[in-house]
């Protein structure tokens, strides 16, 4: 699932399912590999998204409101980073 996708199927409603198989997913495909592969993943999702116009900076904040309560502090850390960064693109 990409962030489009994402971005269409959590309609605010809390559907704590989908959010699990959003993660679920990720961690599964990235299972075994660094976190460079997995921001870089990231980029590359969304600098295709931005290009096509199927992501703005609205959607990369929903993303990140989402999963931000998951993550422990280093972690949210970096995804203000990285939504800063990706937000540029």
């Known amino acids: 699932m990409d962030f489009n996708e994402y971005s ?5 409603t809390g559907n704590q399912t989908d959010l ?5 997913a990720l961690a ?3 299972d075994g590999k660094g976190q460079a592969e997995l921001i870089k993943a ?7 998204g ?3 116009g199927t992501l703005t900076n609205a959607d990369i904040d929903k ?7 998951f993550l ?3 972690q949210r850390g970096m995804l203000s980073k ?5 937000k540029k693109i």
């Open 8 to 12: 269409k199927n959590n309609t605010g």
């Open 20 to 24: 699990f198989n959003i993660i679920s």
């Open 28 to 30: 599964k495909q990235y």
């Open 42 to 48: 990231i980029y590359q999702e969304a600098e295709k």
């Open 50 to 52: 931005k290009k096509q």
């Open 63 to 69: 993303f990140a409101n989402t999963i931000s309560p």
């Open 72 to 74: 422990d502090q280093k």
């Open 82 to 86: 990285i939504v800063k960064e990706l």
